[in-house]
């Protein structure tokens, strides 16, 4: 899924409670399966066998349930449980209707499309 606008990962990690590591000034331009991802996606792993496909994968985001010690210049978003992270599909979909997403003073705001 594409965003309609890129989405800063400072925001996602915010909304996802996760520690950043690596680039924190990126921004996602869609999530998708690991089989689909393109450059500047967010994707998620949840399982050690994963990890590998997931860091050698086009992926520039990951949701990841811990450090590794190569991320291979991507950017991890850290949680201790991805699958629940990835309920953030569902709020991308509705940021959809947004003209643009921002965090302001520790705050997320968003615009709504009219």
Do not use: W
Not at 22 to 28: D, L, P, R, V
Not at 56 to 61: C, D, K, P, V
Not at 62 to 71: F, P, T, Y
């Amino acid at each position: 899924m594409r965003f309609e606008t890129p989405v800063p990962v400072t925001t996602i990690a915010q909304l996802i409670g996760a520690d950043l590591k690596g680039n924190i000034n990126g921004s996602a331009t869609g999530i998708n399966e690991i089989h689909k991802v393109e450059n500047g996606d967010l994707v998620f792993v949840d399982h050690p066998k994963y990890y590998s496909t997931c860091l050698n994968s086009a992926a520039t985001f990951i949701i990841i349930n811990k450090e590794v010690e190569d991320q291979k210049g991507k950017t991890l978003l850290i949680v201790d449980e991805p699958d629940m992270a990835l309920s953030i599909r569902s709020i991308f979909e509705m940021i959809r209707i947004f003209d643009f997403v921002t965090e302001q003073k520790g705050q997320i705001v968003a615009a709504v499309h009219n």
